[in-house]
């Protein structure tokens, strides 16, 4: 997003605020904008593509910064992106506030298309929906202009026709054309799914975790696993047979470990007696984030079951794939470094399991 366009915005919001009695503090003023001036991609990162003695020192031999030039400058032009600071930092506090900020009047416009119109965004995920295709697709236009005269750049909707054949490509488009929702078996066209941020929803009021949302998760997995792993020199490029000098831990010790770490991850801090009380006192974790599933009945819970029971078997599978890796660890501990017997012998089962946390 464009610097200067944003304040421009930021400033407007204000005056309208205060037009309606909400006065808005100088400090708070003062921080926003100083936050837009401390950071530019195009000015403070970009350039250091051309600096290749950054990316040696960062571990990276051959490291570049890859960004949107060509359609930035196909769509506005080359001295947009030479004269002006756009771009603010990934994953900060602010940036849902900067989404909302400059997409609220992108808002207004949608939805004043049609009264009857269903429309909500989260950030940049957003779902059109309306009985008439042809409202969807004016709606969907006015979005689409909003979006290029605030200096940001959309995915390009693509259209569907035969979603019963192509479901797999039809999922990896960003952004497709007004779809009729409804049973695919009734139409070739019909799309059984939309989805909204981590979720998918069915016609019939099912709900389920996005696919790719559950393939991220496992590799989380993987990768927990893995970083264990290559502290140990047991990754793919070292492979060292004599792991006892490596390691500070014993066989047990480091299994427990990496346990406790798929659980905090998967359904946080839950113990045997709290597990079955769904209070949110879990903390940080997966399974908090998908809240949604418990609203669907039994007769509903039969897709995000399995989906669930997958990642309890993949992070099974992950636990067993480490005891066999290092089975052949043999180093001593001091008494008092030893896991109780009960840890020892102890099973993570329902109470730690993410399928549990929808039944």
Known sequence: MQHEHLLKIFNDTVAELSLKGTKISSTAIKLFSLFLDSYSFNLDVLTKNNTPIFFQKSGVPIGEFGWVKDELVDKYSQSYIEDFKIGVPQGNAVSCFIANLILNNIDKAVKSVDKNIFYVRYCDDMVLAHKDKDVCKNALEVYKKGITENFLLYHEPKVFNDYKNSSQSFWKVKS????????????ERNVPWLSFVGYQLNYKGEIRVRKNSIQKEISKQISETQSILISLGLDKYRKLGKIDEYSRKTHNQIVFSLQQRLISMSVGRVTIYNYNKNDSNQGLCWTNGFHLLYKNNDAKKKIATKQLQELDKRREQQILYLKRMISHLNIKTDEHDKLPKYLVEIYFGVPYSYFNHIK
Request: proline share 8%; no cysteine; net charge positive.
């Open 176 to 187: 497709k054309e007004p779809y009729f929702w409804g049973n695919k078996y009734a139409n």
